[in-house]
């Protein structure tokens, strides 16, 4: 008997420990990991850098208010500025925390001000930007909201790629648009850059502001440190989470000074976010997935690993549909059942994860190595072949 409550719908595995790409169970099996906490832990399990930092830093100092200054903290803030469009950043501890904070910066930018009307976020219906009550309406999504009304209001949507609706659904009251540069849970669709560049110059057109919600495609997710970075687009509000811990939980808010100027002390806080301890793994993280080498080699070897899936796919397209994504936020859509897909891939002793639209995401560590991928192609190739 579980004493946990039912809301997950949990696979009858468990795990003793991880080393890098692999996860060993406790009933003493080798799997290779390609779920990595969907999309969070970026270096793999245990990797000793990280298990240094965490070691060295717990004898010091785990948590302080944020009534005081956290060194750590700034440490971390300066690196995600001096790397991306930020001017500023803020702390928290999750995704779902860093989407709604995000919110919260727009509408307290419109109030600043003089025009508190403006607090109507435009967001694509079924998207994923949470489970808190703000971000389950957010997404839109039937499913999420079922059951957990009222309604928050103060959202609306419009369906991915239907350019017409959204530019109809902008009016007086819109303060920003909310979107997934690459949406993970909805299926690893990505917003093309061609889309995200319109989406900007409606923004300033409409003058509302752009929020990309970074929280699974970015980090050097995608084979840049930001999936939009590809675009050159600059957004004014970007949630991050998953990836920028390593496991550890941590989520931020970046963002412009235009509009920085609303969050004015006392205007929002978090009693764990930017924590000594959080930090310092955050800052260690940071220092490995921002630099210019890793990057490259995350492109390169995540280049050959979409090619070798085509081919996969090219040799067995009654089995897969499409393969999708880019860097390591991949996708295969299948035309069977998604659900057996996964269990062979996992009898083949490879983890994966399901998404929306019949698509089993792939979700490496970001420093996988070149034969881990050849041996995911493999057991990848065998499972087709078996429902071919
Ligand atoms: C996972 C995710 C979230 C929510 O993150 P949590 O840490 O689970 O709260 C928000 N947005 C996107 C795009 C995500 O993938």
Redesign the pocket.
């Known amino acids: 008997m579980s004493y946990l409550a039912k809301n997950y719908n949990r696979k009858k595995i468990s795990f003793k420990y991880g080393k890098g790409s692999y996860l060993f169970s406790t009933s003493g099996k080798k799997y290779l990991d390609f779920v990595m906490g ?3 832990n970026s270096l793999g399990h245990a990797h000793p850098k990280l298990v240094r930092t965490i070691k060295n830093q717990s004898k010091k100092l785990w948590h302080v208010s944020n009534a005081f200054q956290i060194p750590e903290g700034e440490k971390l803030a300066k690196k995600l500025c001096q790397k991306t469009f930020a001017d500023y950043v803020m702390f928290q ?7 709604e904070a995000a919110i919260k910066v727009a509408r307290k930018y419109f109030y600043s001000i003089g025009k508190p009307n403006k607090n109507r976020i435009l967001c694509i219906k079924n ?6 009550l703000a ?1 389950i309406f957010a997404s839109g999504s039937k499913k999420m909201t079922e059951g957990f009304g009222p309604k928050i209001s103060g959202f609306d949507h419009f369906v991915f790629g239907d350019h017409k609706s959204l530019k109809k659904k902008i009016n007086k009251n819109t303060a920003a648009i909310m979107v ?1 540069t690459i ?3 909805g299926g690893i669709k990505e917003i093309p850059d061609w889309c995200l560049k319109e989406l900007r110059k409606l923004c300033n057109k409409k003058k509302i502001l752009l929020i990309l ?5 970015g980090v050097s997710r995608s084979g840049d440190f930001f999936a939009f970075e590809k675009s050159k687009v600059k957004p004014d509000i970007v ?1 991050i ?2 990836g920028i811990g390593g496991g550890f ?1 941590i ?1 931020a808010v970046l963002m412009n000074k235009k509009v920085a100027q609303g969050m004015t002390p006392g205007s929002h806080g978090s009693t764990f976010g930017g924590n000594p301890l959080a930090m310092s793994v955050g800052n260690t993280v940071m220092d490995i997935v921002s630099s210019k080498k890793f990057l490259r080699n995350v492109k390169k070897l995540s280049k050959y690993f979409l090619h070798k899936l085509n081919d996969i796919k090219n040799k067995y397209p009654n089995v897969i549909k499409e393969i999708r994504g880019r860097g390591f936020l991949l996708g295969i859509q299948i035309h069977g059942d998604q659900a057996k897909f996964i269990k062979k891939l996992m009898d083949n002793r490879l983890l994966t994860i399901r998404a929306a639209e019949n698509v089993v995401r792939i979700l490496p560590p970001l420093n996988v190595k070149k034969k881990e991928l050849d041996k995911a192609l493999k057991i990848i190739n065998k499972v087709c072949s078996e429902l071919n």
């Not at 919600?213 to 495609?217: A, L, N, P």
């Open positions: 969907i999309s969070v501890n999750s995704g779902a925390e860093a989407t998207s994923f930007h949470g489970r808190t971000a997934e949406l993970g849970e919600d970074e929280v699974q495609c949630p989470a998953k939980p989520g």
